[in-house]
């Protein structure tokens, strides 16, 4: 079976664009989370998607939005890029309902 | 709310000597619990879980936890190191609502591993 996998694997803006990340869940899998992981921190909570809905928010501005599509896969896209959005940003599958989550590799991003 | 707390930024042990990295929870609501391994360049990989069966929680390559309620940990541990054992490791929260998908991370220990 297909892990998670996340495109692009590195990326770099400047301040004030937009970005789209995108992820494909494990087969099998119909939830997807999205993490930030700053620097030498600990992933924290951007959102989920269950039935191409979100379903659970963290403490995020409205810039930070996502799509879940059909397939399961999905999205991130945050707009008006600030320098702290510099972050690597993990996608996670599971079955909802479920309590273990499989992390793709992750795509990091750099705002100049 | 939840949270978790690391003691520890770094940990550094020789190679064939005990792992301990320390975990303790704060949750108004019986917690499942999460320890997670980074390698360098890669996402997270589960190493073990806690969901309210046994407290003595056996995981992969060799790792355990063990939850103590009366003192709000879970602590992990490996009773000898070996050098592919370096790298970043997380605890984590959820509760129980939601299917627990929604996890609180800690800030992570760096494990290094010395021969």
């Known amino acids: 079976e297909t892990g998670v996998t996340q495109s692009p694997t590195h990326l770099i803006k400047t301040r004030g664009q937009q970005v789209t990340l995108r992820c494909s869940s494990q087969?099998?899998?119909?939830?997807v989370s999205w993490y930030q992981q700053a620097l030498g921190q600990g992933p924290q909570f951007i959102f989920q998607y269950y039935r191409e809905e979100e379903n659970g928010r963290g403490n995020f501005p409205p810039r930070f939005s996502g799509l879940q599509f059909p397939n399961y896969s999905s999205e991130l896209n945050v707009n008006a890029l600030e320098l702290d959005d510099s972050a690597l940003y993990l996608c996670?599958?599971?079955?909802?309902?479920?309590?273990?989550?499989?992390f793709g590799a992750g795509s990091r991003l750099t705002v100049l | 709310a939840q949270s978790v707390t690391q003691l520890g930024s770094h940990v550094s042990v020789s190679e064939g000597a005990l792992v301990l990295l320390r975990c303790n929870y704060s949750?108004?609501?019986?917690?499942?619990l999460f320890w997670y391994v980074q390698y360098p360049n890669q996402g997270l990989q589960l190493l073990l879980k806690y969901t309210s069966a046994a407290t003595l929680v056996k995981g992969i390559n060799g790792f355990e936890a063990e939850f103590k309620k009366s003192e709000t940990s879970f602590h992990l541990t490996k009773p000898s190191a070996h050098m592919r054992d370096a790298a970043e490791y997380f605890c984590a929260v959820s509760d129980r609502g939601g299917g627990g998908n929604k996890l609180t991370f800690g800030t992570g220990t760096q494990l290094k591993v010395e021969l």
């Open positions: 087969s099998g899998h119909n939830t």
């Open positions: 949750s108004s609501v019986p917690p499942y």
């Open positions: 996670a599958s599971s079955l909802a309902g479920a309590n273990v989550l499989t």
